[in-house]
């Protein structure tokens, strides 16, 4: 097992959602995602394939480079391979996103 820690002190956007998406199985990985308690994006990574940080941190800096979230990331992982964690990761997106759209307005 390897604990793989990135943080992404550019993605500031507030985020209010929180996403549970995947499921730690052989060839998968469940992500955790809600919003950060600090500026900035966090992510830990539990892994159970040693000797690939340079991959992780590949896919997530290609992550960031594409999302401004200030979110909290933790992802259990079980071999996925780094297109299985970018859909991961864009699919805990999607489910923050469309409950930011749904949710129901605040009227004072």
């Given at each position: 097992m390897e604990q793989l820690k990135f943080d992404y002190p550019s993605a500031v956007r507030r985020v209010t959602g929180k996403a549970h998406v995947g499921v730690?199985?052989?060839g998968d990985m469940e992500v955790l995602m809600r919003p950060a308690e600090t500026g900035g994006a966090h992510v830990s990574i539990l892994t159970s394939v040693n000797g690939f940080g340079a991959s992780w941190k590949a896919v997530m800096d290609r992550f960031f480079a594409k999302y401004d979230g200030?979110?909290?990331?933790?992802?259990?992982?079980a071999g996925a391979t780094p297109g299985s964690v970018m859909l991961r990761l864009e699919q805990a997106v999607e489910v923050i996103e469309l409950h930011e759209l749904t949710k129901p307005l605040e009227v004072n």
């Open positions: 730690v199985g052989f200030a979110v909290r990331i933790d992802i259990n992982d």
